[in-house]
């Protein structure tokens, strides 16, 4: 355990005990709670009631009868105050290149942007599609749809024209943006190249908004593509605002769950934003004079929530950075932060393995003077990177927040608050206001109490009642999002996390518990990538498991069954993935089989598969039940050496 840092005299929690009062009372009686929270927000109309939650059915509302717009909250009132304030640093790939985006320039290119889309036929409720390398134009979008009630979709960048197609087609948009290209490293990604191979014979789509980052020339479509700069050239930089409801959709985004078809989790207006809003408040401690640096991409929901929406609406600087944590050198993360005197500091187990390979050196040499808080997300840190973290990067000055979240809850769930909770190397350590976790053993019955020694309490990781950044449904099919996340524990959200709760209460979650792998703090459905895999002519047949990975925290296995008459190669199998899915879905390893091992109803026996991948050689349990034991030393044979 480390003790809290000193709280200062401007900290939003002071203390332990003033955390703990304060949960007391969220808990009890959050309504009010909440309800007193919902002053950081401007309405347009006050909310008629508060919250509105049926755990069988998932019916979940909160402030109805309030009207809003997210655009307004996070730009018009700022820019109303301080146009001149910085709201967005655009952080380029190229180092030391950055474009300082003031709230009254942020205005006028939403209004622009929100004109456009308005010329093109949006309205309230239709769905844009997103997909666009890190650059301010994609916060433009985000925030100009926001402003006209159109639902973004923003789809990461890394995705193939394949997926990027599905989700085009599942959302219904008839308007996608795009870049010419994307830059990261030393490498230009042809984007707009992929989104025309993905709307290639698409009638839905009837206009392709396309940036000009870099002076490449792409493949213009007459009459359905245009230059951005173009159509933004014709717009005033003024727009009206839609007022919306609370509960309007604000946008969908695209996660993987243990089917292969992945799921457009849908959130709302007032609730999200308000939760997004008020932990970054809380958690990030965020003061006046913070400049926030989150290195997530907006594609995912870390940096929807803690990049744009949470910042901005607390008037918080935020930082976009569009390159990675290698180029040009393991020192750019604090390279950036000393350019730009950022204080906050929010990444990923996964990219601060990469950078310990290098060393202290590329930290050491940079001052992080101005750093306060360092953030941690998307997998569970190991103690040993925790402490790199805390001890060099931070110098053992700042104070560490491990942030627990996921797609669905739209912001941060359980994580210290800094100047209250004491930190505990790879836990989460404690639920933010007005969140209920409780452990559900194997039989559905809740765990109660902390550890003791010799007794540890864990179990699969619920939570009971709501909270204001809860999804809503999965887009077009409310029946799979009632099955998947409140059939399990009924009465309770069930996250898809084992977690344990220790001596003191503090939760450590250890990881996912359902056929969803954690690669690099990615979501991957492992049968996602069976069904990519499965698309190939040679593939009869895949199973795909994970493995511990030094860098990605999980490695993905495939092992597959091809055709005898055809031929397919370990490197085909893999394009196969990237094609269908991305690079970042690829298999790191994939091993042709003779067979899997199956029950005699036919099962493939994943338990088997992945004992192996994890390089157990011997301890199977029982095999007799297999319809083919001896598929499991052939296997085995295969696997020598990995
Ligand atoms: C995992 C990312 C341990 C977890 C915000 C969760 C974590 C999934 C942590 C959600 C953390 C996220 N410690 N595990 N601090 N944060 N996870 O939807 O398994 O991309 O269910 O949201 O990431 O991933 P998602």
Same mark, same amino acid.
């Given at each position: 355990?480390?003790?809290?840092?000193?709280?200062?005299?401007?900290?939003?929690?002071?203390?332990?005990?003033?955390?703990?009062?304060?949960?007391?009372?969220?808990?009890? %009686?959050?309504?009010?709670?909440?309800?007193?929270?919902?002053?950081a927000l401007d309405w347009f109309r006050p909310a008629d009631q508060i919250m509105r939650f049926d755990p069988i059915?998932?019916?979940?509302?909160?402030?109805?009868?309030?009207?809003?717009?997210?655009?307004?909250?996070?730009?018009?009132?700022?820019?109303?105050?301080?146009?001149?304030?910085?709201?967005?640093?655009?952080?380029?790939?190229?180092?030391?290149?950055?474009?300082?985006i003031p709230f009254g320039e942020l205005l006028r290119e939403v209004c622009r942007f929100a004109n456009l889309l308005r010329e093109l036929g949006v309205k309230k409720g239709d769905r844009v599609c997103l997909y666009l390398p890190m650059i301010p134009e994609l916060a433009f979008a985000m925030l100009a749809c926001a402003r006209v009630g159109a639902v973004h979709s923003v789809v990461f960048a890394g995705f193939s024209a394949e997926a990027l197609r599905d989700r085009i087609l599942d959302a219904g948009s008839a308007v996608v943006v795009t870049a010419n290209e994307g830059l990261r490293g030393d490498k230009a990604i042809a984007l707009k190249a992929i989104v025309d191979k993905a709307v290639l014979g698409l009638d839905v789509v009837k206009h392709v908004l396309v940036a000009r980052h870099t002076p490449a020339e792409p493949h213009m479509v007459p009459g359905r593509d245009q230059w951005l700069a173009d159509g933004l050239g014709r717009q005033r930089p003024y727009c009206p605002v839609e007022w919306m409801d609370a509960e309007d959709p604000l946008f969908i985004l695209y996660t993987s769950g243990s089917t292969g078809k992945p799921k457009g989790v849908l959130h709302t207006t007032a609730g999200y934003l308000l939760y997004a809003a008020r932990t970054f408040h809380y958690v990030f401690d965020a003061q006046p004079t913070d400049i926030h640096f989150c290195t997530a991409d907006i594609g995912w929901v870390t940096g929807?929530?803690?990049?744009?929406?949470?910042?901005?609406?607390?008037a918080v600087p935020s930082v976009m950075f569009e390159s990675t944590p290698l180029?040009?050198?393991?020192?750019?993360?604090?390279?950036?932060?000393?350019?730009?005197?950022?204080?906050?500091?929010?990444?990923?187990?996964?990219?601060?393995?990469?950078?310990?390979?290098?060393?202290?050196?590329?930290?050491?040499?940079?001052?992080?003077?101005?750093?306060?808080?360092?953030?941690?997300?998307?997998?569970?840190?190991?103690?040993?990177?925790?402490r790199w973290f805390h001890d060099v990067c931070g110098d053992g000055r700042c104070t560490?927040?491990?942030?627990?979240?996921?797609?669905? &809850?739209?912001?941060?769930?359980?994580?210290?608050?800094?100047?209250? &909770?004491?930190?505990?190397?790879?836990?989460?350590?404690?639920?933010?206001?007005?969140?209920?976790?409780?452990?559900? %053993?194997?039989?559905?019955?809740?765990?109660?109490? *902390?550890?003791?020694?010799?007794?540890?309490?864990?179990? *699969?990781?619920?939570?009971?009642?709501?909270?204001?950044?809860?999804?809503?449904?999965?887009?077009? %099919?409310?029946?799979?999002?009632?099955?998947?996340?409140?059939?399990?524990?009924?009465?309770?959200?069930?996250?898809? %996390?084992?977690?344990?709760?220790?001596?003191?209460? *503090?939760?450590?979650?250890?990881?996912?518990?359902?056929?969803?792998?954690?690669?690099?703090?990615?979501?991957?459905?492992?049968?996602?990538?069976?069904?990519?895999?499965?698309?190939?002519?040679?593939?009869?047949?895949?199973?795909?498991?994970?493995?511990?990975?030094?860098?990605?925290?999980?490695?993905?296995?495939?092992?597959?069954?091809?055709?005898?008459?055809?031929?397919?190669?370990?490197?085909?199998?893999?394009?196969?993935?990237?094609?269908?899915?991305?690079?970042?879905?690829?298999?790191?390893?994939?091993?042709?089989?003779p067979g899997l091992p199956k029950t005699r109803s036919g099962k493939i026996m994943r338990r088997i598969l992945r004992k192996i991948a994890e390089g157990e050689r011997e301890q199977f349990g029982d095999l007799a039940t297999l319809a083919d034991p001896g598929v499991v030393a052939e296997i085995l044979d295969l696997c020598v050496g990995l």
């Open positions: 355990m480390i003790p809290a840092k000193a709280p200062h005299s401007s900290s939003h929690t002071a203390s332990l005990e003033a955390y703990h009062e304060r949960y007391a009372r969220s808990v009890e %009686d959050p309504a009010a709670f909440w309800a007193d929270e919902s002053a059915t998932a019916e979940i509302a909160w402030f109805t009868g309030g009207k809003l717009n997210v655009s307004y909250n996070c730009v018009d009132r700022h820019a109303a105050v301080d146009p001149t304030r910085t709201a967005l640093i655009f952080a380029a790939n190229a180092p030391g290149e950055y474009r300082h929807h929530s803690y990049i744009l929406y949470g910042p901005l609406c607390n180029y040009p050198d393991a020192s750019r993360y604090w390279q950036v932060v000393d350019d730009l005197g950022a204080t906050i500091l929010y990444t990923a187990p996964t990219a601060l393995r990469a950078l310990m390979r290098f060393g202290d050196e590329p930290v050491t040499r940079t001052s992080r003077r101005s750093l306060r808080i360092l953030g941690s997300v998307g997998e569970p840190i190991n103690p040993g990177v925790w560490v927040v491990d942030t627990w979240w996921q797609t669905e &809850t739209g912001g941060i769930l359980i994580s210290g608050l800094p100047g209250a &909770t004491p930190m505990e190397p790879g836990s989460a350590t404690l639920p933010f206001f007005g969140v209920r976790p409780l452990l559900m %053993d194997a039989d559905g019955r809740e765990v109660h109490g *902390n550890s003791s020694p010799g007794h540890p309490v864990s179990g *699969n990781l619920c939570l009971a009642g709501t909270w204001p950044g809860q999804a809503r449904t999965i887009f077009g %099919d409310h029946a799979r999002f009632v099955q998947t996340y409140f059939s399990a524990y009924p009465g309770y959200y069930f996250t898809g %996390d084992g977690c344990r709760r220790d001596e003191n209460g *503090n939760y450590w979650i250890t990881g996912r518990v359902d056929d969803v792998l954690n690669v690099s703090g990615h979501r991957i459905g492992t049968a996602e990538v069976e069904s990519a895999l499965i698309e190939h002519a040679a593939v009869v047949e895949a199973a795909v498991v994970g493995y511990p990975h030094e860098l990605k925290g999980t490695g993905i296995r495939a092992y597959v069954v091809t055709r005898a008459d055809m031929n397919a190669s370990a490197a085909d199998l893999q394009a196969q993935v990237r094609i269908a899915i991305g690079a970042f879905a690829m298999p790191d390893q994939v091993i042709l089989v």
